[in-house]
T-cell receptor, first 112, second 114 residues
Framework: EAAVTQSPRNKVTVTGGNVTLSCRQT?????MYWYRQDTGHGLRLIHY???????QIGDVPDGYKATRTTQEDFFLLLELASPSQTSLYFC???????????FGPGTRLTVL | KTQVEQSPQSLVVRQGENCVLQ??????????LRWFKQDTGKGLVSLTV?????DKTSNGRYSATLDKDAKHSTLHITATLLDDTATYIC?????????????FGAGTQLIVIP
């Protein structure tokens, strides 16, 4: 079973704050993804990566940066957090692209 | 525009009853459709994946169908348990490769009461 971990699990920050969400997968998957989940909406893709050093823009990238430092680690950066970024963030990894993604437990971010 | 619509939005059943969740989509192409279970505040766990026209799958008390002509899928849960309380999410992949995108429904919240 693929293992994807996220940290922190909960984070509270203030408007304008700087936040980094971390994701690690230990299954040597090439693909990693960051999503946000909001009530009444399906998960929406923020950024994704094909491998270390690679970054692709997703469907809702505004206000977010990401960096894939190693095959295992994918970070989501909010440099000037806003209340509209209050959400549940999921990381996922895959060896087969979109066909089978394994999801982490999520990080709940609140921006006051 | 939402391309994956799930119904009902929420559903309450008594333990032991059966239930059916619906998923209609407009995603094209539609390479595969997957149902996930999401416990409150937790990650998504895959229940089953459907790939072919008129596909049917079974995974314990969960069974699913896919009609690609109608772009419609159903998830059946038989003899519900309290632990089935969760949100069930329908996801359509437009390709099977890394070039594709996943299109997520907003989910059906199922509550199983004693």
């Amino acid at each position: 079973e693929a293992a994807v971990t996220q940290s922190p699990r909960n984070k509270v920050t203030v408007t304008g704050g700087n936040v980094t969400l971390s994701c690690r997968q230990t299954n040597s998957h090439n693909y990693m993804y960051w999503y946000r989940q909001d009530t009444g909406h399906g998960l929406r893709l923020i950024h994704y990566s094909y491998g270390a050093g690679n970054l692709q823009i997703g469907d809702v990238p505004d206000g977010y940066k990401a960096t894939r430092t190693t095959q295992e680690d994918f970070f989501l950066l909010l440099e000037l957090a806003s209340p509209s970024q209050t959400s549940l963030y999921f990381c996922a990894s895959s060896d087969l692209g979109v066909y089978e993604q394994y999801f982490g437990p999520g990080t709940r971010l609140t921006v006051l | 525009k939402t391309q994956v619509e799930q119904s009902p939005q929420s559903l309450v059943v008594r333990q032991g009853e059966n239930c059916v969740l619906q998923c209609n989509y407009s995603v094209t192409p539609d390479n595969h459709l997957r149902w996930f279970k999401q416990d409150t505040g937790k990650g998504l766990v895959s229940l089953t994946v459907l790939v072919h026209e008129n596909d049917k799958t079974s995974n314990g008390r969960y069974s699913a169908t896919l009609d690609k002509d109608a772009k419609h899928s159903t998830l059946h849960i038989t003899a519900t348990l309290l632990d089935d309380t969760a949100t069930y999410i329908c996801v359509v992949g437009d390709r099977g490769s890394a070039l594709g995108r996943l299109h997520f429904g907003a989910g059906t919240q199922l509550i199983v009461i004693p």
